[in-house]
C-alpha cells in the first residue's frame, strides 16, 4: 500500500506504487496460480484519462481479486491476455476454437483420403516457429478441444459497446458498480457457468447487507440487462439466469416516492427564497417545474429562454437525457423565473449552476445529497425526486389532459404513437396548467 496526495489529504491506495516517475497498479499473483498466469505480479500502467488513480486501483485490485478466485475454483479458466494470444497463435496456424474437437476428412487427388488433426497441425507449427511450451500454447491447445470460456469480465465491454450510453462515463461508473458487486461475489467465472442458484445467492446476499429491496432490484436490472447483451451479441444458447429473479417487497412505496404536499411546497420555496443562494435556487425551480434534479442542474445559460420565460431541456456534452422524451421546453413559474434570472446573473460561466456542472461532467447526486439534507430539516421523509411525483398529482388535481402533463414532465406515452407527431403543445398552454397546478402560492 501507498501514500497517495490530493488536495493536501492523504489516501492509503492498495497497490499503488510509482516506478521511474510513473503511476503503476501491482498485485501479487497467488502462488498456486503464478504458472497458469505465467508472471509473480500484476502491473498495470495507470493513466489519467481513466479517472482518479485511487479509483483505478480499487477497481483493478477488485478486478484481479475476482480472477484469482475464480482461477482457484475452475481450473479450465484461461484470463483475457492468455485467451487472445492463444487464438492469434492458432490463427497463425491456420485454425481456430474448437477445430481438434473431432478429426475432419481431407481429400487429395487420387482419390486418398486423410483425417485432418488439429493438434498434429498446431505441434507442427510450434515446432517449426521454435515456440516452446508456455501458457500461451498450452491455452492455444486447450482451445482446439474447448472453446476457451468467456469469462464475466470480458463481457461488461460488450454490453458497453453495444448500448447507445456505452461511452457516457457517467452511465458507465454507475452500471460497472453493479457489475462489480456480483464479480466480487462470484469471481471471474465464466457466463456459462453462472446458474439460478448463483443469482439467487447474489439476490440473498445483497439483501443481507441490509440493502433495500428496490435498490437490489435496481442492480440485478443491470446485471440481467449485461447478461441480455452478452448472450445475443455472442449468439450463446444459454439461458439468462438473472431473468424474472424475485426481489420481495421490492414494489412497495418507499419515502422517496411520496409526493411533497402543496404545504410542504410552500414551505420549502419560503425558506429557499429567505437564504436565496444557488442550491436553493436549485430548490425553487425544482419545486415548481417537477423536472428530474440533472435536467434543472445540467441547465445551461443558453437554456434560460427570458424572453419566453422557460427553459429548454436538451442533451449535451455534460448531461444525457433519460429517454428521447425528456427533451421538452418547460413555461416557469414567475417566482422559478426570478430565482433562475438571480443565478444566471450571478454565473461567470456557461452553466447556470457551475457548483454541480461544467464541461465535462454533472454532478446530479453530489447535488441530491446536500439539497435533500436541508429539505427535510422542513419536510421528513421525502427527497428532491418527490417534486416530481408531486408535479403529477398537483396537475391531475386541475384536471390537466393527460398529454400536456406528458409534455410538461417528459413523461412518454407508449401507446399512442400519434403524440410523436407535430411540435407539441404552445409554451402558453403549459403556462396556463402550470399555473393553475400551482395556484396554491397565489
Known sequence: MSRLEVDSITFIVKGY??????????????????SRLGRSNIKVRLKEQNGHYALQCHRLNEQYSALFKAMRDDTSIVPSETKLAAVALLAQAGLRQGDGVEDEPIYLTGGRVESFNASDILHDFLAEKDHSRSRITDAAFEALKNK?????????PIYLDNHRKGKDKKFIASQQQHWNKLMNFLGDKPIKGVTREDARRYRDHRLASEVTPTTVAREINVIKAVFAKAIRELSLSIRNEFSGIEIPNSNKNVNDRLPYTPDQIKSLVREALK????????VIVLALTGARLAEIVGLRVKDFDVANKSIHIRQHQSRSLKTSH????????????????????????????????TNTECKADSASATLNKWAKKFAPNRSMHCFRHALRDLLR?????????????????????SVQYGKGYPIETKRKWLNKAFSFLR
Do not use: M
Open 17 to 34: 506504487i510509482v516506478n521511474n516517475g510513473l503511476p503503476y497498479f501491482q498485485k501479487a499473483v497467488p502462488p498456486a496460480l503464478r
Open 148 to 156: 476457451l470460456p468467456v469469462l464475466l469480465s470480458e463481457i461488461f
Open 275 to 282: 437564504v436565496d443562494d444557488e442550491q436553493r435556487r436549485i
Open 326 to 357: 425528456s427533451e421538452r421546453q418547460i413555461p416557469v413559474h414567475p417566482l422559478a423565473f426570478n430565482a433562475l434570472k438571480a443565478q444566471a446573473a450571478a454565473s461567470k460561466g456557461n452553466y447556470l449552476f457551475p457548483s454541480y456542472t
Open 397 to 417: 388535481s386541475v384536471d390537466c389532459p393527460e398529454s400536456v402533463a406528458k409534455e410538461i414532465g417528459g413523461w412518454s406515452n407508449t401507446h399512442d404513437i
